[in-house]
Structures are given as structure tokens and as C-alpha cells.
């Protein structure tokens, strides 16, 4: 029996029914990806490739930079969360650092052909986990201790540039298969007037 013969049209009304379910989940996905834009799906000219992460201050994806031939974090944040254009100062604290144990920013900028807005940065992607997923395997005493060491070199670093990063915990310090820790997230860090001190509090 040929399709167009099917009683009451019942294998299309099934395909159709297969292809609204099919198009309501993706729909689902590209919702908690991206925020229902699929836009999104390629931000200026990175490929977005997977949601790996997501936070109170935005998102970050896996992305891919075709110009350079590599991966990124690609963190996107919405202007309209109130933050606007001043968000691109994460980017720029980020860059005055330029240290081992701090999470290498490659680019930054704004996109405005979508709805709200997006700040973008382009930064180093870390295979690995964060520091309490590292912690949740059983680890030595010289283990940890050396992790400590590299990721108070990293905060150091960033108080000798200026910068209070303000928001350090474990979700923020990203150990990396290579064993080397990068201080990430400096969305509430600020920078010290010249010649003011730092302290926490």
C-alpha cells in the first residue's frame, strides 16, 4: 500500500506528529542554549558548539574559532541584565594579568543583531573540571598543596596588576588535565585606584 493509500491519512498525520515532536525539542534545547535564538548558534564568527557551563552572571560555551583553528569558552552575557557595555571591563581586567594560573583571554565584543544584545569573550578553554570536582577525588597532601600554590600565584598576579577578583571559590579555580590551575571569572572584580591597597571583606 502506497502512502497516499493509507487509511484516513494515518502515516501522515503520524509524521506529522513526529516532526512537531521533533521540532518542540529542539526547540527545548535551542531554548536553554541559547535563550530560543538560534542566532546564537554562531556568535560573530565563533561556532557554537556545546553549553558547558552557565552561571549568575551568563553563559559559557564551547565554541570554535575557524580563523584561528582552535576552541574557546565562549561566555556570553545579556546586556539587558543591566550591566550593558561596561561588561567588556571584565575583558579588559582579564587581559592586564597575563599569567600561567589566570585563564588566557583571546577576544571580546559586542553583538547587537540579536535580542537582548550580547557581551561575548573568547577565552582559553581548560580541559578539565573546576577545584571541587578535582577535590572530589581522593588527592595527596602535596596534591593539594600544589594546586593552592598555583591558584593563590594566579590571584596574586591579579592583585600586582590592581585587580580584586572578589568572587574566589571553587567553582572559579579550573584545574586542568595538564595540572595547571587558571583562575576564572572575573565578572565582580574591580580595579584598585593607583596606589590603594587590597583587601578582602
Known sequence: MTRS???DGLEDTVAAITSLGEA????RIEHA?????????RLGRY???ELIGAGAF???YRARDPQLARDVALKVLAVEHG????LLGEAQVMATVGHPNVAAIYDAGVVGDVVPPRVFFAMELVAGGNLRGWLATPRSGGEIVDVMRQAGRGIAAAHAAGIVHRDVKPENLLVGEDGRVRVVDFGLARALPAGAEASEG
Not at 550591566?83 to 561596561?86: F, P, S, T, Y
Open 58 to 60: 551568563g553563559k559559557v
Open 5 to 7: 493509500a493509507r487509511p
Open 47 to 49: 561556532e557554537v558548539i
Open 24 to 27: 518542540a525539542a529542539i526547540g
Open 83 to 86: 550591566r550593558g557595555a561596561d
Open 33 to 41: 542554549l541559547f535563550g530560543g535564538d538560534q542566532r546564537l548558534v
